[in-house]
């Protein structure tokens, strides 16, 4: 969630960022995967955390040259919608067992670090990865972006899972990563089409905001 999905969407900003509203609507969903994720699991400072992103949400808007199309999107992205599809049942039972976890404040107790137990981000993490691709399917300005962070995301776990032993926590086992692995690769192949957009999402927004 931190250390993939937040700066991708931000530091796909640095280079022509008005092709590339999508990376910081990537912010917003950080922000409400956390806060949907502490609320699920009664882990109420995830809320704090999740005010703070939306905060910088929206600095980033304000600041944004191509602000005028954070609502405008470009044409749906079917292969998108199919993979979010597929991987919906499996990301959804997954967060909502984590943030069951959290609610029993199941150990193992080192699973907490600066006071923000890490069952809650396994849950905001499946929920983030989930919405960008809902968001990549909706073809905004720069749509590859939030569905090559979810390849991402979903490929860092399943590898931090397949080194890892079975019964790690937050793991699925082995055979679920590698069906996670297998996903994220298929995702990140069907982004690079969704790139090829970028410019003309944006230029169709402009007209119809004028």
Do not use: K
Request: proline share 4%; net charge positive.
């Amino acid at each position: 969630m931190f250390g993939v999905i937040l700066p991708l969407g931000l530091l796909s900003q640095l280079r022509r960022p008005e092709r590339r509203i999508a990376g910081v609507q990537q912010t917003a969903l950080v922000a409400i995967a956390l806060a949907l994720a502490g609320a699920a699991g009664e882990a109420w400072l995830y809320l704090v955390l999740a005010s703070g992103v939306a905060v910088a949400f929206a600095l980033l808007v304000a600041l944004h040259p191509a602000r005028q199309t954070l609502f405008a999107r470009g044409r749906l992205e079917p292969a998108m919608l199919v993979l979010a599809a597929v991987a919906a049942i499996p990301i959804l039972v997954y967060a909502w067992r984590m943030a069951r976890a959290q609610r029993r404040d199941l150990p193992p107790a080192d699973a907490v670090s600066n006071g923000l137990h890490h069952w809650t981000v396994m849950a905001a993490l499946a929920l983030g990865v989930l919405l960008l691709l809902l968001l990549a399917a909706l073809g905004t300005s720069g749509a590859g972006i939030p569905a090559i962070s979810a390849s991402f995301a979903a490929g860092a776990w399943a590898i931090s899972c397949l080194l890892a032993p079975v019964s790690a926590a937050g793991s699925e086992g082995h055979a679920w990563a590698w069906v996670a692995l297998a996903w994220a690769i298929v995702t990140l192949v069907a982004a690079a089409s969704a790139r090829t957009r970028d410019q003309t999402v944006t230029a169709e927004a402009r007209l119809q905001a004028t």
